[in-house]
């Protein structure tokens, strides 16, 4: 009886009162997912409260402003940089490939086609998460971790409200416009490289990009910045509202807010894409231009 009960003991991780690897390997990856499963519902429950004050009222515009110009005004000089030497870049690494077959005329239909459709919304979206979103969780966090946010509660105003709808709305707003500046920049900039330095007939360049870019092209960048900016800001004002104490947290939190941004941006893209091409291609099956 005793060297049974031995058994039993040993197979449940021995009489040293340690759990067996197997059990203790479940027991964390258990608390892995039941963590995700709650981060997940917080930030479901976060964006819900959201929602329901954007609709129900509008910030004032006292605190509308400062955010609007904090999101678009001050994030315009980085993205337009960052979109002019982005189209130089596939201009240098496209063109030889174009120019070992004869295409190098095709060069501004595939330059521009990358950049209006995937390129120019998700480098601003980039650009949106690292300038702006980290900021919004730092300023958050570092609001938590001083308790002004539950000042905010004691004095009855909804820190929902005054703080996360404003820079939401900002940053849903005025991503589009960072989206356009992109675009422009990185056109602008392939086609004085691609032209003036490598010596592409100006013809034929614009010819051809005018002649495989349309202006669905154009409304699905834009289309897609529209999640990415709700994703940036929802993701950036939820890591700052559950900052942990201190300035490490006030840290962690901020670089949270862009790793989960960016990694949203990219899945966003993948999915509106491939909704995207499936909705174009059911209209015109042939691949027309639709406008």
Request: charged share 15%.
């Amino acid at each position: 009886m005793s060297s049974a009960t031995s058994v039993v003991t040993e197979s449940r991780g021995g009489g040293n009162g340690r759990e067996h690897p197997v059990v203790q390997w479940l027991n964390d990856w258990g608390g892995v997912v039941v963590d995700a499963i709650r981060a997940v519902g917080d930030f479901a429950i976060f964006v819900w409260r959201t929602l329901v004050w954007l609709f129900t009222r509008l910030p004032r515009s006292e605190t509308l402003l400062p955010n609007f110009y904090q999101v678009g005004v001050l994030s315009l000089p980085v993205v337009a940089l960052t979109g002019t030497f982005i189209g130089m870049v596939l201009a240098v690494q496209s063109h030889f490939q174009f120019s070992q077959i004869g295409l190098e005329t095709r060069l501004g239909a595939v330059i521009n086609m990358s950049l209006v459709r995937e390129l120019g919304p998700v480098l601003a979206a980039t650009m949106l998460a690292g300038r702006v979103g980290s900021a919004m969780a730092a300023e958050l966090g570092t609001m938590r971790v001083t308790e002004q946010i539950d000042a905010f509660e004691s004095m009855g105003a909804n820190p929902i409200h005054y703080l996360v709808v404003p820079r939401f709305l900002a940053s849903i707003f005025l991503i589009p416009t960072l989206t356009i500046m992109a675009d422009f920049m990185g056109v602008v900039g392939a086609y004085f490289y691609s032209v003036d330095i490598l010596g592409i007939d100006r013809h034929f360049y614009l010819y051809n990009s005018r002649e495989f870019i349309g202006g669905y092209d154009l409304f699905v960048g834009i289309f897609k910045s529209l999640f990415f900016g709700a994703a940036i800001a929802m993701v950036s004002c939820h890591r700052g509202f559950n900052c942990t104490p201190g300035a490490e947290g006030v840290g962690r939190a901020a670089t949270a807010s862009f790793v989960i941004s960016f990694v949203l941006i990219l899945v966003i893209d993948l999915f509106l894409g491939i909704l995207l091409d499936a909705i174009y291609y059911a209209i015109w099956p042939a691949g027309a231009r639709l406008f």
